[in-house]
Antibody, heavy 123, light 108 residues
Framework: QVQLQESGPGLVKPSETLSLTCAVSNYSITSGYYWGWVRQTPGKGLEWIGSIYQSGNTYYNPSLKSRLTISVDTSKNQFSLRLSSVTAADTAVYYC????????????????WGQGTLVTVSS | EIVMTQSPATLSVSPGERATLSCRASQSVSSNLAWYQQKPGQAPRLLIYGASTRATGIPARFSGSGSGTEFNITISSLQSEDFAVYYCQQYNNRLPWTFGQGTKVEIK
């Protein structure tokens, strides 16, 4: 069974960059799926952030695109999220996910989730 | 952005009863609709994709229906482990893919 585990700082200062990594186990990240990030806040609920393929092809949420970088490290079987210029609104539980492509345009749903990690943006 | 609206916000049901939850899209998403279950302190779990296909290992008491803008998920006979929050997600061709705000199914 695929397992995903998020790691990274739980506290980030405003205007700085949030960085998280997702380690994938029991499955090769090069085996044909997209891998992505979803966050959850009490106010906005669940929000898809972005997804990446082994080749580096990405889909980003347009509302975050200007601040977002998702990258993949196939040698370590992991992928990462960087979100710059964070504010309190970026405080959330961040989940890494495996994404299944459902249409020829690449649209995705999420069949495996990590346990989530809380990131708080505060000085 | 396609807005997903779920109703009701909270559904009170007795164990063994049937529960039907609704999800409406602000524009057609065809059958590109998934349902997730989330229990306190846990990540969401995929239940249904393609509006009506159960994910691996999901019991047959969960069924999904609908297309276009109106969708339902029905739990035929609620078990104790089914009390949770349920979310719909559309994955139509236009970004971003979006979630509903959730329906909490609680014990009556």
């Amino acid at each position: 069974q695929v397992q995903l585990q998020e790691s990274g700082p739980g506290l980030v200062k405003p205007s700085e960059t949030l960085s998280l990594t997702c380690a994938v186990s029991n499955y090769s990240i090069t085996s044909g799926y997209y891998w992505g990030w979803v966050r959850q806040t009490p106010g906005k609920g669940l929000e898809w952030i972005g997804s990446i393929y082994q080749s580096g092809n990405t889909y980003y949420n347009p509302s975050l695109k200007s601040r977002l970088t998702i990258s993949v490290d196939t040698s370590k079987n992991q992928f990462s999220l960087r979100l710059s210029s964070v504010t309190a609104a970026d405080t959330a539980v961040y989940y890494c996910v495996r994404a299944r492509v459902a249409t020829v345009k690449g649209s995705q749903y999420f069949d495996f989730w990590g346990q989530g990690t809380l990131v708080t943006v505060s000085s | 952005e396609i807005v997903m609206t779920q109703s009701p916000a909270t559904l009170s049901v007795s164990p063994g009863e049937r529960a039907t939850l609704s999800c409406r899209a602000s524009q057609s998403v065809s059958s590109n609709l998934a349902w997730y279950q989330q229990k306190p302190g846990q990540a969401p779990r995929l239940l249904i994709y393609g509006a009506s296909t159960r994910a691996t290992g999901i019991p047959a008491r969960f069924s999904g229906s609908g297309s276009g803008t109106e969708f339902n998920i029905t739990i035929s006979s609620l078990q104790s482990e089914d009390f949770a929050v349920y979310y719909c997600q559309q994955y139509n061709n236009r970004l971003p893919w979006t979630f509903g705000q959730g329906t909490k199914v609680e014990i009556k």
